[in-house]
């Protein structure tokens, strides 16, 4: 009896598992027999009879004569995967306010951040949505970088992403010449029904474990960015004429007359951008912000156009620039060097000796850049040195004080995190780590580029409205989140600063009151950090023109095609308007602007990764040492500390620390211990020393001293 009741148990299951898979749709008993592959007429009857007996119990309902779904209720819900350490999942969907838990076995062959149909039901844990993976719509990514493992029969990945839970077994007739330990980029050809682990060939072999070229390039593949161009986007590149026709130039306004010059990192390679100066008769200046005319070499349905599009962005890790167009665009053809005529495209600006705009104009043109400088060379000019361009720099930065200050009253909020640059060996080694400054050089550049960014936007924004509204690539920045920002509010409190909350430009006011109070001291990293974690995420729009963080009610990226694909974007479309051109397709933009916005955010993720890892790299040999450091965050299974002396960051596990059971206090960014009560609180500073290094993992643990 007992036997019988486990095979009918064991029956009604799969018929659940049946209807599920399905979708949930209609099926009569014969329909469910053929799913499971039962042809005996006994085993038929007898789903006959648990479909029946299920529709008095409540599991099933009959919809038709003889005909049955699963009674629970089931909504099919398409999102995003984001897997956990344990192999469950979360899905992130738009039709829940809460992410939908899918347990491991439920999850199927889905990997993180994987677009899959889920059927989601109720769980046992009330107002819980659970789910189970019915379809995956599409990969997030095929291909893995990790650790090759061969043995005498057969070989697998161990893959770099904590996130990928499956190593990838990899025939040896498809290792591509790859050793054993060797790291390399492995795609995913296989993943055969029933089976655990899926099926890849090696695409790349990148170098040995350790190895700082190996280690820069599986970052950036782990991203998914290219290791190199193709061979015909090269080719195009290489195929672009360095003459500028005189038919051509005719066309522009003819700036090489007039005094210009380039302010840069000392080590770069592409100028982007250039300043021309001149004053004038009524005692006005004429600044003119010159960007390399990219879209003249760069033509729509290109092969060159194509790449830049899909890599978004050039991506800047410690060590190296993967620029998103070729040498010879990027550091040749569109590069503003000194002593040489460049096509580019202008914004010029007549102001007065308060940094009002008296008239602007907008325009392709030919420049002749007469001095490079570095933001060193150009901030010692500044500060007191002589050069033949002093009094031009003085003009220039004093326009760029006012400009600033103005800013500032309307909104505008000046975050001034520290930045960290690592001294490197000519192997890539990090040897030191310093704090880099900006200055007035810095900041005046900056200054004329936020306002032809500006002025760019307003120009087409103002154009037309409603039905008129003329399409264009914006830079957008939401107003902060309100219990985000109440969050860090109440925290700052605790350092016995005080927020005023009540409009956007009080907030933004007393945010910048704070950062002023907060400079040089030890909590300046974290407040800063945790207040630009509490604002929202500037992204590449059509819909929306504001940008709350610079208090501009217009705003794009007008200055960068090098390095930008939405500034490509925005000179095309700038160009059609200039030229009496008809409306664009706005959803058109708006897909390609989403694009772009998330390339920005994976450029992001790869240069914090290419940072993290040489942090490990620079303390793997400082296992011992000791170091004053500040509490930057607290989650559930630990603390992370960032070392004061040289910034880098490592984690304190609760599991480590035995002197009382510490939990999570996550609203105010504490752990607290339950017998003796003792907080660790963000901000606070802690006395730690390096324990362990993960190179492979970029983690570094800590262990509490005091």
Excluded at 92 to 105: A, H, M, N, S, W
Excluded at 126 to 142: D, F
Excluded at 328 to 348: G, H, M
């Amino acid at each position: 009896m007992a036997k019988n009741n486990t095979f009918k148990n064991i029956l009604s299951q799969l018929i659940t598992d049946v209807l599920r898979s399905s979708g949930n749709q209609a099926m009569n008993y014969k329909q469910v027999s053929s799913k499971l592959n039962i042809t005996d007429p006994e085993s038929r009857l007898g789903i006959q009879e648990i479909l029946k007996a299920g529709t008095r119990s409540g599991q099933f309902k009959e919809v038709s004569k003889g005909k049955y779904v699963l009674k629970e209720l089931r909504t099919i819900v398409v999102g995003k995967v984001d897997m956990t350490s344990d192999g469950s999942a979360y899905i992130v969907t738009d039709e829940f306010e809460e992410d939908i838990y899918v347990p491991p076995r439920k999850v199927r062959n889905a990997l993180n951040g994987d677009i899959v149909k889920i059927h989601a039901y109720e769980s046992k844990r009330v107002g819980k949505k659970e789910g189970e993976v019915i379809e995956i719509l599409e990969r997030s990514r095929t291909a893995f970088t990790g650790v090759l493992k061969v043995s005498p029969r057969f070989a697998f990945l161990i893959t770099d992403d904590r996130k990928m839970l499956h190593d990838i077994f990899i025939p040896l007739e498809d290792l591509n010449g790859a050793k054993d330990n060797e790291k390399v980029v492995v795609s995913i050809t296989d993943w055969p029904a029933g089976s655990k682990n899926p099926v890849g060939k090696v695409e790349n072999v990148l170098g040995f474990q350790g190895e700082n070229n190996a280690e820069m390039n599986a970052i950036l593949a782990d991203f998914g960015f290219p290791l190199s161009f193709p061979e015909n986007v090269e080719k195009e590149a290489n195929a672009l004429p360095a003459e500028l026709p005189a038919s051509e130039i005719k066309k522009r306004k003819d700036f090489r007359n007039k005094l210009t010059f380039t302010i840069d990192p000392f080590d770069a390679k592409d100028f982007d951008d250039a300043i021309s100066f001149v004053e004038l008769e009524n005692g006005r200046y004429e600044v003119g912000v010159h960007i390399a005319d990219v879209t003249y070499y760069v033509q729509p349905d290109t092969a060159l156009d194509h790449e830049a599009f899909e890599r978004g962005t050039s991506v800047y890790l410690v060590d190296r620039v993967i620029p998103m167009l070729p040498e010879r665009l990027s550091n040749n053809l569109c590069s503003l060097r000194p002593n040489e005529d460049k096509f580019c495209f202008s914004a010029v600006f007549e102001l007065d000796d308060r940094a009002n705009v008296h008239s602007e104009w907008f325009g392709k043109t030919i420049i002749h850049s007469d001095k490079r400088m570095s933001y060193e060379d150009a901030q010692e000019v500044i500060e007191g040195a002589s050069s033949e361009i002093k009094e031009e720099l003085l003009t220039l930065n004093k326009l760029a004080h006012l400009m600033r200050a103005k800013r500032f009253k309307n909104g505008a909020i000046s975050f001034e995190s520290v930045e960290t640059k690592f001294h490197l060996d000519e192997n890539g080694k990090p040897i030191g780590v310093y704090v880099r400054e900006r200055k007035d050089a810095h900041k005046l550049i900056e200054d004329f580029m936020l306002l032809a960014n500006k002025r760019v936007a307003e120009y087409i924004g103002k154009k037309g409205k409603g039905k008129n509204k003329l399409p264009f690539v914006y830079r957008s920045h939401d107003v902060p989140n309100e219990s985000s920002l109440l969050n860090f509010t109440q925290f700052a409190s605790r350092f016995g600063y005080k927020l005023n909350t009540n409009t956007s430009k009080e907030t933004a006011h007393s945010l910048n009151r704070l950062m002023t109070d907060i400079e040089g001291k030890k909590e300046q990293n974290v407040l800063t950090q945790l207040a630009i974690r509490s604002m929202a995420k500037a992204i590449y729009t059509t819909k929306s023109s504001s940008h709350y963080g610079l208090g501009f009610d217009y705003y794009t990226h007008f200055t960068s095609p090098i390095r930008r694909y939405p500034d490509m974007m925005v000179h095309r479309l700038l160009e059609h308007y200039l030229n009496e051109g008809t409306a664009v397709n706005e959803e058109a933009y708006e897909k390609m602007a989403s694009h772009a916005s998330q390339m920005e955010k994976r450029a992001a993720d790869a240069e914090r990764a290419s940072i993290k890892y040489k942090q490990a790299e620079y303390l793997q040999d400082q296992i011992g040492s000791e170091y004053i450091g500040i509490i930057s965050g607290v989650t559930e299974w630990g603390i992370y500390v960032e070392i004061e002396e040289n910034k880098c960051e490592g984690m304190i596990r609760l599991r480590d620390m035995t002197d009382d059971f510490y939990a999570l206090d996550e609203k105010n960014y504490a752990i607290i211990g339950q017998r003796k009560k003792k907080r660790y609180q963000l901000g606070d500073e802690v006395k730690v020393k390096v324990k362990h290094v993960d190179l492979m993992k970029r983690q570094i643990d800590f262990i509490l001293l005091s």
